[in-house]
């Protein structure tokens, strides 16, 4: 199929939110974030995992939401989960006690570590700083987690040369940081956006193009990054989404709750 009969089939979200799918398979458990991580671990569940358990920070384990859920405090992660726990025990027992596979973040800005902010942001001289979400818990699952997930779109307002406030430490400022802060787990392991997938250097921890989507160039990826952007040598392309992939993430939309 050509890069026209692709770009009428799907857009270039639904490219994300499937590779970002496609990154849980094998895993057993996933700590979800709302919105984006979302929507990837839910599409998850619905084909390449279906045996995956998803833990959202109000308590509840093994939710099966019909729809996308507003929030961790939507009624339907509660209704459908395996059990529902205190949000002490969900992050001292479950999450700190290193039980989860991978944590799935978002975020408002990135670095070339992989480290967030979702807290404020500088708008510019005279005017006041913007306020986002805040940290929830980002930096405890990204601390505790086996291994960590990154979805957001590729624009140089998100990843951007220097955090205006670091929330949740990826990689630190490179190799080593995340053992002397006595962090467990890998960290970081790869950055979905729609343009393609990043992961970090063994050596360096430095973001990496790993891989584009299809009908996207190298030249847009950098072109979209803050920072210059390494390309791996061995470039790859995403496959396409499949039918059956587009078939569910849309019935999984069209059931209502948020927008990604």
């Known amino acids: 199929m050509s890069g026209t009969d692709d770009a009428a089939r799907f857009g270039r979200d639904e490219l994300m939110e499937v590779n970002a799918a496609r990154a849980l398979a094998g895993a057993r ?3 979800v974030g ?7 671990a839910n599409l998850a569940r619905r084909t390449v995992n279906p045996d995956l358990v998803l833990v959202y920070e109000s308590g509840t384990i093994g939710s099966r939401p019909t729809r996308l859920p507003l929030s961790i405090g939507d009624g339907e992660l509660a ?5 529902v726990v205190s949000v002490p025990e969900i992050f001292n027992y479950w999450l700190q006690g290193g039980r989860i596979d991978v944590g799935f973040l978002g975020a408002a800005q990135l670095d070339r570590f992989a480290n967030i902010n979702t807290t404020v942001v500088d708008r510019g001289p005279d005017r006041p700083e913007g306020r986002l979400p805040g940290a929830g818990g980002a930096p405890e699952i990204a601390a505790n987690c086996g291994a960590v997930l990154i979805v957001l779109r590729h624009t140089r ?11 949740t ?3 630190g400022a490179g190799p080593g940081d995340r053992a002397a802060l006595g962090m467990r787990g890998a960290g970081p392991t790869a950055v979905i956006t729609d343009l393609g997938v990043l992961r970090p250097d063994p050596d360096t921890a430095e ?7 299809p ?5 847009q990826a950098r072109e979209a990054t803050g920072w210059d952007l390494r390309v791996a040598p061995d ?5 396409a989404p499949t039918d059956a992939e587009l078939s569910a993430l849309r019935a999984l939309k069209a059931a209502g709750g948020q927008a990604s």
């Open 235 to 239: 470039l790859t392309t995403t496959q």
């Open 29 to 31: 458990s996933c700590f």
């Open 157 to 167: 307002r998100n990843l951007v040369p220097a955090l205006d406030f670091v929330t």
């Open 34 to 40: 709302i919105g984006l991580p979302s929507t990837a």
């Open 215 to 219: 009908g996207v160039t190298p030249e």
């Open 79 to 83: 209704d459908t989960a395996d059990a």
């Open 169 to 171: 430490v990826g990689h």
């Open 207 to 213: 973001l990496v193009l790993n891989a584009l989507h």
